[in-house]
């Protein structure tokens, strides 16, 4: 027998719908808080590599070397971790050692780019777990108008990025 030989019906989805529900609500904005301030973290180390001690050649080639063994490690982790805890832990890592920079003294050259290091590659590494996490939260029908959603937020976040860079040299 043959079956309807109409197309489907599909539904049709608005931005609105990421809201739409409370537990759909809370997911859509821990996840374009997540994508903003992970993307000011990523492109803020990016951008601050000449500002670093020491070489500035050196930084840079470091800072984009980190990157690859950050990958690396992501897939790794995804693929034998829960989402939510290697997100997590790479995301503590990140930034807490980023926080901990602060407590270095300046006169410790090596310790605090290696600090730095560190933080971008806990930063590099929860940025390329974000894309993996972010389309799992969603349903079906809403997935890529959420993708695009955070992926703005991400955008917003590295326009916001250098002016972080510059309010480090900034005294007041």
């Known amino acids: 027998q043959m079956e309807d030989s109409k ?3 599909q539904q049709k989805a608005i931005l609105l719908d990421l809201f739409r529900t409370r537990n759909i609500a809370t997911i859509t904005i821990m996840s374009l808080l997540l994508w903003f301030f992970t993307s000011v973290g990523y492109f803020g180390l990016s951008l601050s590599t000449p500002n670093w001690h020491g070489n ?7 800072s984009a070397v980190i990157e690859v063994p950050a990958y690396v ?4 982790l ?5 989402r939510r805890y290697s997100l997590s832990g790479t995301l503590f890592l990140g930034g807490g050692v980023i926080l901990f920079i602060q ?3 300046a006169d410790l050259n090596v310790l605090s780019v290696g600090l730095v290091m560190l933080g971008k590659f806990g930063i590099t590494a929860a940025f390329s777990m974000l894309y993996v ?3 799992e939260l969603y349903p079906t029908l809403v997935r ?3 993708v695009g959603a955070t992926s703005t937020a991400s955008r917003l976040g590295s326009i916001i990025a250098p002016y972080f860079v510059y309010l480090g040299e900034t005294s007041f």
Do not use: H, K, T
């Open 7 to 9: 197309p489907q019906q």
């Open 56 to 62: 500035a050649y050196i930084n840079c080639f470091l």
């Open 73 to 76: 490690i992501a897939w790794l």
């Open 78 to 82: 995804l693929r034998s971790f829960p």
């Open 103 to 105: 407590l270095v003294p």
């Open 133 to 135: 996490y972010n389309v």
């Open 144 to 146: 890529n108008m959420a």
